[in-house]
């Protein structure tokens, strides 16, 4: 077998250079001689998954932790592709078994981490990833994912001071320094930086759909009830589904539509809308820049829960006016800022979404230059055991 060392080494150097045809050959002819080797099982194991069938690579990667259980980086992979499978279980097993072999590892205590997080075991989680930092103080996707379980836990002064270690890290970073001013109520501006909204809900894209539905998300079926009072379901109108995100809106606007268009800052969320097949047209930007980009050129824009990221409503329901054609309608959400918990025409929140005052609201639309504005509070969704109230807002251009 003196030839096998270097067989692995050339499998491992094709695989390196993406050149995976190779790669697997390699693997196999290795695993033809020696069927339990644990090093070629946890590297084809690997490739296997980047080639899209995790359920074979969990095989094979179990495989290599039966063959050789000393292995924390094989048991590291283990647990990322039954992680993928959904097999959370299995997984925080694996993963507390790479920490038990390699207890110096930061890259095990995170992902441990994350995956105690989506287990919903949150104490054990933040312990996880608090010890990752402490290994690796510059640990970037630690700081990211410990600040975000301490928000969701209320813990908002020991997230903001995860804030700042981050920002220290990687100053300037557009998550760390919006989410800090919404965590302490200071220097909070008076929209969400794109790169932030660009990045939650890149980030968020995949696990959005079960999210919101456990959430008893209602924003979209409201939208379309309020526009159903104004126009009818006829298919004859040019509608803007401003901060489309994964499309919920669409279906049903659809019945009202000739045609219907989406516009959204996250690529990976307009993915997400394409694959509902709903849509005329679907684009990927700013959505104020889009609107201004667009003249007299729709009947309707509904905007779901998206102008909650824009403390000042002036510049959206400007743009938003700007797009309409005479007679258009704006129907559109924002949550509620009671106005016996504060004065303040609008609020940055501890959750990183603005709440506005309805009175604010009702004047920034007649600023914008709308017509015949009516508003209603309603329960737009469950968020911590508590409903979110808002209010729903339509509108006449």
């Known amino acids: ?25 390699a693997y196999r002819s290795i695993l033809r001689r020696q069927p339990n080797n644990p090093d070629a099982l946890n590297f084809l194991g690997m490739l296997t998954c980047q080639t899209g069938n995790p359920q074979a690579a969990a095989d094979l990667l179990q495989r290599s932790v039966e063959a050789d259980p000393s292995n924390p980086h094989a048991w590291l992979n283990l647990g990322n592709v039954l992680l993928l499978n959904g097999d959370k279980e299995r997984a925080r097993s694996s993963f507390e078994k790479a920490t038990q072999l390699a207890p110096d590892l930061p890259m095990a205590w995170f992902n441990l981490g994350v995956c105690l997080g989506r287990c919903r075991l949150p104490d054990g989680a ?8 402490k290994l690796e103080p510059g640990y970037v996707p630690a700081y990211i994912s410990l600040a975000t379980l301490l928000h969701y836990l209320g813990n908002y002064s020991e997230a903001a001071e995860v804030y700042r270690e981050w920002l220290a890290h990687d100053p300037g970073n557009p998550m760390a ?15 969400a930086n794109d790169e932030y909204v660009r ?23 409201l939208i379309a009830e309020r526009l159903g009072r104004e126009v009818a379901s006829d298919g004859s109108r040019d509608i803007l589904d401003a901060g489309c995100g994964t499309g919920w809106c669409g279906p049903l606007l659809r019945g009202f539509a000739r045609r219907l268009v989406g516009v959204d800052l996250s690529k990976v969320m307009v ?42 409503l002036d510049e959206p329901l400007e743009a938003a006016r700007h797009c309409l054609r005479k007679g258009g309608i704006l129907v559109f959400t924002v949550e509620r800022l009671d106005p016996r918990v504060s004065s303040a025409t609008y609020r940055l929140e501890t959750h990183g979404r603005y709440s506005h005052c309805e009175a604010y609201v009702r004047d920034a639309v007649s600023r914008a230059g709308f017509m015949t504005i009516t508003s209603e509070t309603q329960v737009l969704r469950r968020e911590r055991g508590q409903d979110v109230v808002g209010l729903l807002v339509a509108c006449r251009a």
Do not use: C, W
């Open 271 to 312: 993915d997400q809308a394409r694959v509902r097949a709903v849509y005329d047209e679907l684009v990927v930007e700013e959505l104020t820049q889009f609107m201004r980009t667009r003249p007299n050129t729709f009947d309707v824009v509904a905007s779901a829960d998206t102008l909650v990221y824009f403390g000042s």
């Open 177 to 191: 320094t919006h989410l800090l001013a919404a965590a302490t109520g200071e220097n909070a501006p008076e929209r």
């Open 199 to 221: 990045q939650l809900f890149d980030d968020f894209a995949t696990s959005f759909d079960e999210n919101l539905t456990a959430l008893k998300y209602r924003a979209p079926e």
């Open 126 to 133: 933040a312990s996880a990833l608090h010890e990752a930092l």
């Open 1 to 25: 077998m003196a030839g096998e060392p270097t067989s692995l080494q050339t499998a491992i150097e094709a695989h390196k250079g993406g050149r995976l045809v190779e790669a697997e050959a």
